[in-house]
């Protein structure tokens, strides 16, 4: 089997992004992702991302460099990279959440 990478960064966003914007990048992002073969999940909250991209290294390493370039967005920080055997986001050319306020504080801790 390729090796797959998963890799997660988080940033934080330069403006806040309307639905509108995020639905228009997400929409593209996932043809790309699809063309590449990389899935994922982009969580949005508070002005900050959080995504996780994975894929074969060289996809995953194109796309990663898109978008730390991006302007949408600045302190980009990688937290983690890592080989993994099987994708966790199969089927999700890029899922995405936006937990509200009471989803979160309705979970313990
Ligand atoms: C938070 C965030 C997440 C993004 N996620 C993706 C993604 O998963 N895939 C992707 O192709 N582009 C994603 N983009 C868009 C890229 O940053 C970039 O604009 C796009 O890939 C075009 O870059 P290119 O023309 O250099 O390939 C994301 C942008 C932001 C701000």
Do not use: C
Request: charge should be negative; glycine fraction near 6%.
């Amino acid at each position: 089997m390729t090796s797959l990478t998963s890799l997660v960064y988080m940033s934080v966003a330069v403006d806040e992004l309307t639905d509108h914007d995020l639905v228009a990048m997400l929409r593209e992002a996932r043809l790309r992702n699809d063309a590449l073969g990389v899935s994922g999940l982009l969580l949005a909250k508070d002005g900050r991302f959080l995504q996780v991209l994975e894929g074969p290294a060289w996809s995953v390493e194109d796309r990663f460099a898109a978008i730390e370039r991006d302007p949408r967005h600045t302190e980009v920080q990688s937290l983690s990279r890592e080989q993994i055997e099987s994708r966790r986001f199969d089927g999700w050319a890029m899922a995405f959440g936006s937990p509200s306020d009471a989803d979160v504080l309705d979970e313990p801790g």
